[in-house]
């Protein structure tokens, strides 16, 4: 089953809006990652945040951490039409071995629009 | 661009066919992935391979076939598949184990279509 689910599915907002997209998982974890996926094209590593940690910054982005409620929330401020693609969050969970695996959730489609 | 390469990026073939996928990633990295993403469904990871040893399979249909001749290379030869693996299929890589980062860098993806 799939450890993280992306809240909402959809989201459209105009340009130079904040943009928040929420995550929920399932099981204990070692760190929870954000990646984003323009139409049809591979994944692309935006944020990462270690179970330890609370929130994170990055530019226009900003990665809180809830181990409590085993969520996390992505907010993008002032948006731009260059933002619109797909976020996934993804978990790494337990003993992570000689590999990282990556668990994803299915993703919320963001559409920023002029 | 991200270092990992695919090729192709498109492919279209009938289920009696015979195809590989290739990967290449120029990052020094030591493990890589293959993912199948369809549509509305979350990235399945399918097999990992860390310093060229299949370390995982998830219970991928034996007409799926990984090969990594090298810690730079992944190959996935596809023989008599079914319209139902149409999908994208992404390979990543990353640099493990290292403790700190488990980042995985991601090809552009082969779009495949089963006819």
């Known amino acids: 089953s799939q450890q993280g689910e992306e809240d909402p599915q959809a989201l459209s907002i105009q340009e130079g809006e904040n943009a928040t997209m929420n995550c929920s998982y399932k099981t204990s974890i070692n760190n929870l990652q954000w990646y984003r996926q323009n139409s049809g094209r591979g994944l692309v590593h935006l944020i990462l945040?270690?179970?330890?940690?609370r929130e994170k910054h990055s530019g226009r982005l900003r990665v809180t951490l809830d181990t409590s409620k085993k969520s996390s929330s992505l907010l993008i401020t002032a948006s731009r039409a260059a933002d619109t693609a797909s976020y996934f969050c993804a978990t790494t969970q337990g003993d992570t071995g000689t590999a990282s695996k990556l668990t994803f959730g299915t993703g919320t489609r963001l559409q920023v629009t002029l | 661009e991200t270092g990992v390469t695919q090729t192709p990026r498109h492919l279209v073939m009938g289920m009696t066919n015979k195809k590989s996928l290739k990967c290449e990633q120029h990052l020094g990295h030591n493990a890589m992935y293959w993912y199948k993403q369809s549509a509305k469904k979350p990235l399945e990871l399918m097999f990992v391979?860390?310093?060229?040893?299949?370390?995982e399979n998830n219970s991928v249909p034996s007409r799926f076939s990984p090969e990594c001749p090298n810690s730079s290379h992944l190959f996935l030869h596809l023989h008599t598949l079914q319209p139902e693996d149409s999908a994208l299929y992404l390979c990543?890589?990353?640099?493990?184990?290292?403790?700190?980062?488990?980042?995985?860098?991601f090809g552009p993806g082969t779009r495949l279509l089963v006819l």
């Open positions: 391979y860390s310093l060229e040893e299949r370390v």
């Open positions: 945040i270690r179970s330890n940690e």
């Open positions: 990543a890589s990353s640099q493990e184990p290292t403790g700190l980062e488990e980042t995985q860098y």
